[in-house]
């Protein structure tokens, strides 16, 4: 079934307008006269039936969808900046597993630097690949990304718990699927060279429990949906 956030309050028994992105795709693309889909709109979804042409659509909204598919807890990644493709692979991929909020941070071995005259472009796109990947594993949510931080902001994150997925922990530190038992939780994953001995300490200070994901030296983009897989199994098993 399709879905589409609304930026609207959604009524039972009235029309919603689409936007002209909407009204293309479900028009269009995909042609959904007639067909059920599911509208949300502030963490409330609803059924509704699709009407119109390709040049404009509504739907008449229908009765509430019980069904909830949010994490019971936040989740947040933290993720230094790595080339484009991969970053923009874990943020769908980030979505798709209930990641509630994406903090890209810069650190000494990134190779890739945010360019302030592009973030805000930048950001746009990121927040599309987000809506996307949350409307096509039905969420009621859109994972919030904030803009790019420094190494020292992201080491600042309030946060009760926070984990590092250090590649150098195997042996010495405990799995992440070990330490967490669901709740509120924010994890760091490095870039493609990893972190520097002082960021790992600067870290550690800052409230940051290093954990491993297994004895193997994991990309990043592997690394940081490893982990989001374990958390989001674990956070699931607790609303059981
Ligand atoms: N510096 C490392 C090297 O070249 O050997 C590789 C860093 S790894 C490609 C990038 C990030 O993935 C790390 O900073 C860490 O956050 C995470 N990572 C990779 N493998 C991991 C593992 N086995 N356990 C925990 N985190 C891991």
Redesign the pocket.
Same mark, same amino acid.
């Given at each position: 079934m399709q879905q589409y956030f609304s930026e609207q309050p959604l009524v039972p028994g009235e029309a919603y307008t689409m936007t002209p992105a909407q009204t293309h795709h479900a028009g269009n693309v995909v042609h959904l006269q007639g067909k059920i889909i599911r509208l949300v709109h502030d963490g409330e979804a609803y059924f509704a039936r699709c009407e119109g042409n390709g040049k404009h659509m509504t739907a008449m909204v229908l009765e509430k969808d019980p069904v909830q598919r949010e994490l019971p807890c936040e989740v947040v990644l933290l993720q $230094?900046l790595i080339r484009r493709e991969k970053f923009e692979w874990i943020l769908q991929k980030a979505a798709e597993l209930g990641v509630s909020r994406i903090i890209p941070f810069e650190s000494s071995?990134c190779v890739v630097h945010s360019r302030q005259e592009k973030a805000d472009r930048q950001k746009e796109r990121w927040t599309q690949i987000l809506t996307e990947a949350a409307e096509q594993s039905k969420r009621e949510r859109i994972p919030e990304i904030t803009n790019v931080v420094s190494f020292a902001e992201a080491c600042a994150v309030a946060m009760d718990r926070k984990y +590092? !997925?250090? *590649?150098n $922990?195997?042996g010495e530190s405990r799995l +992440?699927g070990d330490v967490y038992e669901g709740g509120d939780a924010a994890f760091?994953? %490095?870039? *493609? %060279? %990893?972190?520097s001995d002082e960021e790992v300490q600067a870290l550690q200070d800052a409230g940051f429990e290093p954990? /491993? +994901? %297994?004895? &193997?030296? +994991? &990309?990043?983009e /592997? $690394?940081?949906i !490893?982990?989001l897989a374990v958390m989001a199994d674990k956070a699931e098993r607790n609303r059981r």
């Open positions: $230094a071995r +590092l !997925a250090y *590649e $922990a195997y +992440l760091i994953i %490095g870039p *493609e %060279g %990893g972190f954990v /491993t +994901l %297994g004895a &193997r030296i +994991l &990309r990043a /592997t $690394a940081a !490893a982990a």
